[in-house]
């Protein structure tokens, strides 16, 4: 019994220092030990989890990282390249927000390394959309989830953002309203057919509880005059169509016939079908940024 047990504590040993010694494998792994040897000043493991050519080239971008503790946001894997949000401290100790920047992968031979270039220009040379491109992070992930309960300050950032804006070169200005346009049509489609499903779920039930008609109707009179201000779609006919859909959802969700059931499955399915579209959008206003 003590040699099986012996044994047994041997191989837990052997087990626990080979998985200590695995390396870092998804885009996550990787980006956490690189901003770990940074921290740690470690240029060797700096070298083994980047594209740096070699150790000797190390140069910390310029900046002291000990003890730095980033944090990190929004992961997004296209094809063989990677870029994960990173939330740094200020520089030198200075007092304020975090920075957000991108850390930038690729994978190579099978694995993942950060593109110690990439990552260092963006660190830097910041861009003065380094702010805005924060801003769409947050507000993409809050947006996502939004259409099913009110959300006025959610409004209430997008009109800011479209101050933003200006911070835009003229190149990134025309992409940007392309994928606002783009997202605009989209979301303008959305809302008329959302407002044609709720005109027919009134037509077919006309006997429903006085208060769920009421409130349908008001969706459906809503839906029409904010779909038609997407003719000339900013961030502050989107900021309107948000507060729309989000009043939409909370009152889908506070329907009392039963009638209405099987439409309220066809509208949660519309929803869902926007916020994934919007998701998209803000995907495409951080790619006419890079």
Not at 51 to 75: C, N
Not at 235 to 247: M, N
């Amino acid at each position: 019994m003590t040699e099986t047990w012996l044994r047994m504590a041997l191989l837990s040993l052997v087990l626990a220092m080979v998985a200590g010694c695995s390396k870092p494998e998804t885009p996550q792994e990787v980006a956490a030990e690189f901003w770990q040897a940074m921290a740690e000043n470690d240029a060797d493991a700096v070298a083994d989890l980047s594209t740096l050519a070699a150790p000797s080239g190390f140069d910390g971008y310029g900046r002291d990282w000990l003890d730095t503790v980033p944090g990190f946001g929004r992961v997004v894997i296209d094809g063989r390249k990677a870029t994960i949000v990173t939330r740094l401290p200020p520089a030198n100790g200075t007092s304020g927000q975090r920075r957000e920047v991108m850390t930038h992968l690729v994978e190579l031979n099978g694995g993942w390394l950060v593109d110690y270039q990439r990552t260092g220009e963006a660190i830097m040379n910041p861009s003065p959309l380094d702010g805005l491109m924060g801003e769409i992070n947050k507000l993409g992930e809050r947006l996502s989830a939004t259409f099913s309960r009110s959300s006025s300050d959610l409004a209430l950032q997008m009109d800011a953002m479209a101050r933003e804006f200006e911070a835009y070169s003229d190149e990134a200005s025309r992409q940007a309203r392309q994928a606002m346009e783009s997202y605009g049509r989209a979301l303008q489609d959305f809302m008329e057919e959302l407002e044609k499903s709720i005109e027919q779920a009134l037509e077919d039930n006309q006997q429903a509880p006085a208060r769920d008609r009421s409130a349908l109707q008001q969706t459906a009179n809503d839906l029409e005059q904010s779909s038609e201000r997407l003719d000339e779609p900013d961030f502050d006919v989107f900021a309107d169509s948000s507060r729309v859909l989000a009043e939409a959802g909370a009152r889908f969700s506070r329907l009392s016939d039963e009638s209405f059931n099987s439409y309220q499955q066809k509208w949660d399915a519309k929803l869902n079908d926007i916020s994934v579209r919007t998701n998209r959008f803000f995907e495409d206003l951080k790619n006419a940024s890079s």
